[in-house]
């Protein structure tokens, strides 16, 4: 527990000053741990990133994170349609890579680092878009996601007598998932008493309720995934916390989750 709330602190110190001041700083720091965070899935499958396919996935992962504005002067200066086109050469150039290793590298191995770069690049993409909105939202998607952890854990602890997903997560149990988002739920609510940050409260609710339940449908496949590849943690840089992915896991559907509700719109 001390290891934990020390790594917190420090954490903390060196992660909220490049929030509050966001721009090109936040979304460099939030390009590198994404790639970080790519590196530990490729790590639990066995691949490196410093091979061929890790390198071209790697490519592939930068291309999704960086923000819509640098992405659209990228493909104007490399003269293709779009950022996706750039990808689709990448996923060619994989799969020939597979040929010309004679299947040493398979296609399987290929599809892994493919939706690993999207599932890591599209959910951090998106988490420097929403601070390049405002720093508001960002302060609201980290109180979901926090609040949702928080609750569950503390409620599931007292109350929790029903598991929610034990060939998963053991110690996850239904009563600590409903306490994650009752406790979400209410923190939104003092948030837009403070600095409201939506006219429409029904609104406010409903989308903090959905957020809460993805958020904890994110964290429940980081840890299929772990579970599938034998590992405890995704990685050890958060020493007490394990890695990037370990951290992030809830941010990662519920950032995309709210764009696509236009709820920054």
């Given amino acids: 527990m001390k290891q934990r709330i020390i790594t917190g602190v420090i954490a903390a110190a060196l992660f909220i000053p490049f929030v509050i001041y966001g721009g090109g700083p936040f979304a460099v720091l939030m390009s590198i741990i994404a790639v970080v965070g790519f590196y530990e899935l490729l790590k639990m499958k066995g691949i490196s990133i410093a091979s061929v396919p890790g390198m071209l996935g790697t490519l592939a992962l930068l291309l999704l994170v960086v923000p819509s504005d640098w992405s659209k002067n990228v493909v104007e200066f490399l003269q293709y349609?779009?950022?996706?086109?750039?990808?689709?050469?990448?996923?060619?150039?994989?799969?020939?890579?597979?040929?010309?290793?004679?299947?040493?590298?398979?296609?399987?191995?290929?599809?892994?680092?493919?939706?690993?770069?999207?599932?890591?690049?599209?959910?951090?993409?998106?988490?420097?878009?929403?601070?390049?909105?405002?720093?508001?939202?960002?302060?609201?998607?980290?109180?979901?996601?926090?609040?949702?952890?928080?609750?569950?854990?503390?409620?599931?602890?007292?109350?929790?007598?029903?598991?929610?997903?034990?060939?998963?997560?053991?110690?996850?149990?239904?009563?600590?998932?409903?306490?994650?988002?009752?406790?979400?739920?209410?923190?939104?609510?003092?948030?837009?008493?403070?600095?409201?940050?939506?006219?429409s409260w029904i609104q406010l609710i409903i989308v903090t309720i959905v957020a809460s339940i993805v958020g904890q449908m994110g964290d429940l496949v980081e840890s299929a995934i772990k579970r599938h590849y034998g590992v405890k943690d995704s990685g050890n840089i958060l020493p007490g916390h394990g890695g990037i992915l370990d951290r992030f896991d809830s941010l990662l559907f519920v950032v995309p989750l709210l764009h696509f509700l236009h709820f920054f719109a």
């Fill in 81 to 199: 349609e779009s950022t996706l086109m750039i990808v689709y050469g990448i996923i060619a150039l994989l799969l020939i890579y597979t040929v010309l290793v004679k299947n040493k590298m398979t296609f399987d191995e290929i599809g892994f680092i493919l939706i690993g770069a999207f599932y890591v690049g599209l959910g951090f993409h998106y988490f420097i878009e929403t601070r390049f909105i405002g720093l508001e939202y960002v302060v609201f998607v980290l109180l979901i996601v926090w609040t949702t952890d928080s609750g569950a854990y503390f409620v599931g602890r007292k109350l929790g007598k029903n598991k929610l997903w034990p060939e998963i997560s053991p110690k996850k149990t239904v009563e600590g998932f409903v306490g994650g988002i009752v406790i979400a739920v209410c923190f939104a609510i003092a948030l837009q008493l403070m600095y409201p940050i939506t006219s």
